[in-house]
């Protein structure tokens, strides 16, 4: 039986969509994102650290529903004060999305000083967690066991406010050299477009974070 050799078909006539599609600008051949291998990066680390946080607050709802009578949340948190703290971590998205578009104007003073503004939310949001931490721990909150009803109640603020913390914690590390680079003039746009992105996603976070333990 005659088989010609696969080298020897001639390649496929370009379409309508192969020509239609942007071509990447890693060179990575017709591509359907047209972003840079560092941004698609990202938004996979996005993607997967926001379904881990949607594990965490599911596990967190059904253990609430499934469980005994929660302990109201009026009664153990400040609610004042935390919802000072939401406020200062969500204006902090406003200081940063102005750093992105000043960037983009290569504009690196004005990139830099709101770069800043984001850097002390960011502090400012993690020195006010550490003082709610330290006033739950003084009244008896620990991972196993608390005051106010299931232990299952400590056990699930303390991770996950934990673990959304850690984040904040990297974000600031990232402004702050963000911020380093770009008052030397060494930062690109997407540089600053990119930590921009890290940090919108860390306060998108918080809003469920706040919702499910502070709201509902």
Known sequence: MDATPAAALPAAPPTALSAALPSSPWAGGVSPFAVSWQK????????TDALLFAGFLAAYGFNRLAGEAWPDRAHVFHMSFITAMTFILISSSATMATAVAAARRKDPG?????????LLGGFAFLGMQAFEWSSLIRAGARLTSNPWGPPGFGAFFFVITG???????IGTVVLLIAAARAALGRLTPEGIELAG?????????WVFVFGCFYLI
Request: net charge neutral; charged share 5%.
């Open 40 to 47: 698609l990066m990202l938004w996979y680390f996005i993607v």
């Open 197 to 205: 992105l890290y940090w919108h996603f860390v306060d998108l976070v």
């Open 110 to 118: 004005v990139a830099t000083r709101f770069l800043l503004l984001t």
């Open 163 to 169: 673990f959304h913390g850690t984040h904040v914690v």
